[in-house]
């Protein structure tokens, strides 16, 4: 009879929480489609107070990718990803070669996200830029569940879950997992999913002396794969706009052969191997944390963390080069040995075997002085990395149009096999100690100094071409062929960065505030893959920044001169030559493009305005402008090909290519009751393609818009918009009209490239108990 009832009321239950559920769906639906999901919920990190807006910049909302963090530029050319913390130490030791977003998800798991400034990332990681910050979730004084479910309507699907407790005597355990199943909005026949994304974290954690020490014992087991294909062929009108090429969709058809297998030459025995193109693309990943906090009754406060980690990753990055109108006698045929004729797609495929193991460790002790005015720190750091890789190379091509057909070359279905090629197996150790302070040194006069002193030294075995011409990469290269030999390299470096700011408070809420910070840094160990031995000079970055500020109960607004410089950027752009003589599979008259390793300096002078306004209650509104010159500075090239033409070019205070001289971001929100109604939009202007300028993208919107309804308080729904005005986001570039100044043959030029995130609907349903 009690087991009757009992049932009779947990059907009662179920229709009721379904009714309501339904309900609220639609709802949410509806004001999805008039409004457009949740922002990602972030934090400022920095221990002190920041000199500018930068705590604004939410690095979670990415219209390029829903798998990763955005990169912020400060007027400098970017890394490709951002640098990422969790709990107290990055996840990995640097961007190459697994990348760090496929040791991190940020989610449920996590006690809290949040941007880390230029302010801190300068003494923590010894960079100037933005970066992210993390702390995973350990058991507290109760039980916790959470549950995030999202999918799209281009059929992702996403399961994010975490549930933590108590277990008695201070004890207790964090149990989560990300699961990622997404398709792409470009469907691809080579696979079922470009995204299969799994991670399994564990922790167990202890606390004593009513809370003041916490220690943390966390495992993560991640397998990501991540087949990388945003590539799509477009007219480039001449002007800066786009077109649609054949009534191809950037963002919706697919631009690859239905392969789903990888040729390569293996870098170190010569032999052809094949590999599938999930297994070619997937990343396995233990991470194994420690940390431990301890507060003192005076405030001391001390904070160990260590991380021991061990990935090995492989890649298989297709990445698209020049298209060429070809002739039915030009060699390219289908796979049935039909001739072809028409525009093919030239690729360059990268396969990465590489591996990443490293442990790290630090001892952090915080404090207050006597009379409260001082807040220091002091931090001690020694990260060990063993990694290397194997990668080759060889070209392809295909059809220019949608489901495009795999195109042989005189036959076969790759070419050019090494003539690129990376190989690196080394150790680096880097032991580093940090100290700063924060003085308010009264009520109007405000200061913060902080100093990093590094060494780093990296050794190992590599291939280099210096003083070795067996290691000089040609078509069929390999390091087993009896000319290449393997070289040693072992490499001790000091470097160092600092910052010192201020602000002095003119009158209530306004005042001046300047920043001044440098950070210097050598070649890391992944810079000795390539057959040039990476330069040994230091990359010395210096940051300035000083304006006003203004601060009351509506407004809270920066408005400050930067100028930022960077001496020795290394970079390994591709530039293209029309062949005047037969040079291996090449011919004379065809396009052959190299990769050339180069140094130069960049200075970027801008203004940036950052605001916070909140008019009224519930309004809040985020607006920042910044206007600024990017260019290279004392950037001389000499590339040689293979027909032996060797070129020479200077490219000096010409405009850096991909950044945009004037990015605005406008970001209102609105909450009423249970609703929140939010928007996000970021304009970026035209950005060159080109090194000489002669060749642009028009300026670009990236949208985002959403509405979050709070149904009780153990079910939410966040419904959200991503592009919503549908822009293409098109970008890219001609490596053969990387050096030429006359645009004229470049107008309606057929080309392939890039795309933003097309329009994508998104709902999640988020549950907490």
């Not at 979730?137 to 479910?149: R, S």
Request: glycine fraction near 8%; hydrophobic fraction near 35%.
């Amino acid at each position: 009879m009690w087991k009757k009832n009992n049932t009779f009321a947990v059907r009662k239950i179920k229709s009721f929480f379904f009714m309501k559920t339904t309900r609220a769906f639609l709802v949410t639906l509806f004001s999805l489609l008039i409004a457009g999901g949740a922002s990602a919920q972030t934090v400022v990190t920095d221990s002190v107070k920041t000199t500018s807006g930068d705590s604004n910049r939410d690095m979670l909302m990415n219209a390029a990718s829903a798998s990763q963090p955005r990169v912020i530029s400060l007027g400098l050319p970017t890394n490709k990803w951002a640098t990422i913390y969790e709990d107290g130490l990055p996840v990995s030791h640097y961007m190459i070669q697994i990348y760090p977003y496929k040791s991190w998800h940020g989610g449920v798991s996590h006690e809290w996200t949040g941007t880390m400034t230029p302010q801190e990332m300068v003494l923590r990681y010894g960079t100037i830029a933005y970066g992210v910050d993390s702390k995973s979730k350990l058991a507290g004084d109760e039980f916790e569940g959470k549950v995030n479910y999202t999918v799209n309507h281009f059929g992702r699907q996403a399961v994010d879950a975490n549930i933590s407790s108590p277990i008695g005597k201070g004890w207790g355990f964090s149990l989560g997992s990300y699961q990622n199943f997404d398709p792409g909005s470009n469907h691809l026949d080579m696979t079922t999913l470009q995204d299969r994304v799994q991670f399994y974290k564990a922790s167990i954690s202890k606390t004593w002396n009513e809370g003041r020490g916490k220690a943390g014992l966390i495992y993560q087991y991640s397998q990501f794969k991540n087949i990388i294909e945003n590539y799509g062929p477009f007219i480039f009108v001449g002007d800066g706009s786009v077109k649609e090429l054949n009534d191809f969709n950037l963002g919706i058809d697919q631009y690859l052969p239905a392969n789903n297998f990888v040729t390569f030459m293996d870098v170190e025995t010569g032999q052809m191997m094949e590999q599938q193109v999930d297994d070619a693309n997937t990343d396995k990943i233990h991470n194994v944390n420690f940390v431990l906090d301890y507060l003192w009754d005076n405030g001391t406060k001390l904070s160990i963390h260590s991380k021991y980690k061990r990935g090995s990753s492989y890649r298989s990055n297709s990445n698209v080069m020049g298209v060429n109108a070809v002739a039915a006698g030009d060699g390219y045929t289908y796979e049935d040995g039909r001739a072809y004729e028409g525009y093919a797609q030239s690729r360059r495929m990268l396969h990465f075997d590489a591996f990443d193991h490293f442990w790290m460790v630090n001892a952090e002790l915080t404090g207050k002085s006597k009379n409260r005015r001082h807040s220091w720190r002091g931090e001690v750091d020694y990260w060990l990395d063993h990694g290397g890789t194997k990668t080759s190379m060889y070209m392809f091509a295909h059809e220019v149009k949608k489901d495009p057909k795999l195109l042989l070359l005189n036959g076969s279905k790759g070419y050019n096999y090494n003539s690129y090629a990376e190989y690196y197996n080394g150790h680096e150790h880097k032991l580093f100690g940090l100290f700063s302070d924060e003085w308010n040194v009264s009520d109007r006069l405000w200061l913060y100094g902080g100093v990093r002193l590094e060494y780093i030294k990296e050794h190992g075995t590599a291939a280099h071409a210096d003083n070795e011409p067996g290691n000089i990469r040609h078509a069929g290269f390999f390091l087993n062929n009896g000319e290449a030999k393997r070289t040693k390299f072992d490499d001790p470096h000091f470097n160092y960065s600092y910052i010192v700011s201020g602000r002095y408070t003119l009158m209530p809420g306004f005042g001046l505030s300047a920043e001044y910070s440098t950070a210097s840094y050598h070649s890391q160990l992944f810079h000795y893959g390539t057959s040039a031995y990476p330069m040994q000079d230091p990359m010395v970055v210096h940051y300035f920044r000083g304006g006003v500020f203004w601060k009351n109960s509506w407004i809270d607004l920066t408005s400050q001169i930067t100028n930022i410089t960077m001496s020795n950027q290394l970079e390994r752009p591709n530039f293209s030559h029309v062949l005047v003589k037969d040079a291996g599979d090449l011919k004379a008259g065809m396009t052959e493009t190299v990769t050339t390793q180069i140094a130069y300096d960049i200075a970027t002078l801008g203004w940036v305005t950052d605001a916070v306004i909140t008019p009224l209650e519930g309004l809040s509104v985020h607006a920042m402008l910044t206007v600024r010159s990017p260019k290279y500075k004392n950037f001389i090239l000499t590339p040689t090909f293979s027909d032996g033409v060797m070129e020479k070019y200077d490219l000096s205070d010409k405009y850096i290519t991909a950044l945009s001289k004037v990015e605005l971001e406008l970001e209102p929100s609105y909450s009423f009751g249970d609703w929140r109604v939010w928007f996000s939009a970021r304009y970026f202007s035209k950005q060159y393609i080109n090194k000489t300028n002669s060749l642009y993208f028009n300026g670009r919107w990236e949208t985002f818009g959403g509405v979050d309804y709070k149904l009780n308080d153990h079910v939410s729904f966040s419904g959200s918009v991503v592009n919503i005005l549908n822009q293409k986001g098109a970008s890219g570039s001609i490596a053969s009209a990387d050096l030429v100044t006359d645009a004229t043959p470049y107008k309606n030029y057929i080309m392939a490239g890039t795309f933003i995130r097309p329009f994508t609907l998104e709902l999640t349903t988020k549950l907490s108990f």
